[in-house]
């Protein structure tokens, strides 16, 4: 039997809830008796009518068809693609509640995946430009059948199509101009992906290779790293998956000697390049897994003076890089992600049975109008370790 079997309720059937939380995704949770429905753009505390398009056992989802009793929070989306596209979750969500939305998200989340207090997640750092902020994009071309002719925009908000479209108003203007120039000379075919990037002052990127998304808010994240590395007081820092040797380099003045170490090669060389430009000269960088250096890096500096970055993918640091960290056991870890649940999920390995204690999260909205945030956790040796 199936799951929608079980359920009094069908897809194309149409309800109305009230709204009573923002799950972390963006989606809005309603509930009919105790059976949830999520709705996605929607607001805290609106009555909204919605058409069930998927059903389980004890969930559905839903499309909004229509806001009854709208929430004072509620705007007007800047982008005419808002709903359609699927880059942005929240542009019809009011800037600071947006923020206290991610905070309340993010806590939620560190309190049921890793059982840490609310309380350690400090509030959402804002971005001084909401809009108009990313440096990096990736569209696509996908062949439109039906309209007979190509594509070129995003993945859509309700399927793995994509959508057409000409702008993009969470990108920098200059990235909008590259996107009109991508229409006027169009991929060959479908099914391809095209980066459009503007590459940062004084750095130099590979084209491949990762730098963070957003200028305006870049400065504040990379204090936040150097305010919690002077709390430690450690006297070496090992940055792990260092990229172009970012954080290294702009915070490698407050120790004695940093290393970096990264898989890609081509970052490895830029990172080289880039340490000379700034004239940083009491950093190494290495080629290779962090996971798998990690043992002879910390034998080069004491443990016990050592501060430890890692700013992983978004799928999180592998198990064998964790086990590394708890064996090896640094002064201090920060633990840099773009992806609060996986974050949560690390550091609750982290810290079993007491080898670490979190001190602090600081979220940073890189990613305004969207349901991604940046997160610093400070995580210290405890004392009994």
Known sequence: MSETALSPHAPGQRVIVTITDIAFGGEGVGRIDQFVVFVPFV???????????EVKKHFARARLIRVIKSSPDRVTPQCRYFGECGGCQYQHI????????KHKQIADLFE???????????????????????NRIMIRSQWNKPEQKLNIGFIR????????LDEC??????????????RANPPPKGGLKVVLRIPPEDWQVPRDSFFQNNFFLLPRLVETVRERLRDAGSRFLIDAYCGVGFFG????????SFLGVEVDHQAIKSARVNALKHGRTNGEFLEGRAEELLPEMLQRFDAAKTTILID????????????????????QVLYVSCHPA?????????????????????????FPQTQHVECVADLRLARNS
């Open 43 to 53: 607001v805290l505390g609106e009555e909204v009518e919605a058409e069930l398009t």
């Open 94 to 101: 009011d800037y600071p509640r947006q923020l206290e939305l």
């Open 112 to 134: 049921r995946i890793g059982g840490f207090p609310k309380g350690v997640v400090s509030p959402v750092v804002p971005c001084p430009q909401p809009y108009h902020y990313r």
């Open 157 to 164: 908000a309700d399927s793995r199509l994509v959508v057409d």
């Open 169 to 182: 108003q969470i990108a920098e203007p200059a990235l909008n101009e590259q996107i009109r120039h991508v």
């Open 249 to 256: 380099i702009a915070a490698g003045d407050l120790v004695e």
């Open 312 to 331: 992983p993918p978004r799928t999180g640091c592998p198990p064998v890089g964790l086990e590394s960290l708890r064996q090896n056991r640094p002064a």
């Open 342 to 366: 996986t974050l949560a999920r690390d550091l609750n390995v982290l810290c079993a049975d007491g080898v670490f204690e979190l001190r602090n999260v600081t979220p940073l909205d890189m």
